[in-house]
């Protein structure tokens, strides 16, 4: 397909001293450098533009969905009228598309892409040109204690839960540094995933880097507008192989990108999704 691109993907090198991975999940306010123990390798790999052909991509194949609903809450301005706002629409949306019984968002994040600029807190989040997995299974199954009361929480770790993020454009199509996805079906679980450690200020979370593996097979959707939307499968507790469990995701710099498009703009919220 014309449309389908080639560009740099950074994937992860590991320590080569074996230690424990980890990244401050603030950027080093001197250097504006990640702050880690480990490098990225850049390697060019082809793209495809699913455009046209997105039903055959489901969240338990390939771990990644994509779909068109206008939001009704569409200026992303304000945390709190996104949490009043965009909230319950997103849980509505996601319970409709997954038919899961319950749905919990526990964060979300805007991306505003802006040359030059330090992201090293969460109000100037730019897109991330690292392919990585949002969660473990470790740190997956904390997010449920963390988040649901300790009354519930035992329970519904006995029934099958997700994690998936619901990720759209805002304000203009995302042509400008594109969100790729790498289908779970070209992945090797076993030797392409690196738990690293994420380091707040006040935590430490844990999510999974990803070493290069000329199987993947990438694929995103060509200027996807705000209209337009795709979930994002960062874990399932089905691990028997007969679904999905993950997807493997990055920003890349489209090189075909006209000059003087705007740039990106976007947000993510993460859910706890459970299934009777």
């Known amino acids: 397909m014309a449309s389908d691109t080639v560009a740099n993907l950074n994937y992860m090198l590991a320590p080569p001293d074996d230690s424990r991975p980890y990244l401050n999940v603030n950027a080093d306010s001197a250097t504006g450098k990640p702050n880690r123990n480990w490098d990225e390798e850049p390697r060019e790999m082809e793209i495809e533009n699913l455009r046209g052909k997105e039903e055959l991509y489901k969240l338990d194949n390939a771990g990644f969905q994509y779909g068109r609903e206008a939001a009704k809450h569409t200026s992303f301005l304000n945390d709190d009228d996104i949490e009043r706002e965009y909230y319950p629409e997103s849980i509505d949306l996601i319970k409709r598309v997954t038919g899961a019984t319950s749905v919990v968002i526990f964060d979300h994040t805007i991306r505003r892409r802006r040359p030059g600029e330090l992201d090293d807190s969460p109000q100037k989040r730019q897109p991330v040109p690292l392919v990585h997995v949002d969660q473990t299974t470790a740190s997956s199954i904390a997010r449920v204690h963390r988040h649901l009361p300790p009354t519930e929480a035992p329970s519904l770790l006995r029934r ?46 844990e999510t999974l880097g990803v070493k290069h593996n000329a199987n993947h097979q990438w694929k995103y959707m060509k200027a996807m507008t705000p209209e337009e939307f795709v979930l994002i499968k960062c874990f399932d507790s089905i691990l028997d192989g007969s679904v999905a469990r993950l997807t493997p995701h990055t920003g890349f710099q489209d090189p075909n990108t006209p000059e003087g498009t705007p740039l990106r703009e976007s947000i993510e919220l993460r859910a706890l999704v459970f299934y009777d």
């Open 160 to 205: 099958r839960f997700q994690i998936i993020n619901l990720w759209r454009p805002i304000s203009h199509a995302a042509v400008d540094w594109p969100l790729a996805l790498c289908d779970f079906r070209s992945i090797d679980v076993e030797k392409d995933l690196v738990p690293v450690a994420l380091i707040y200020p006040e935590r430490e979370g």
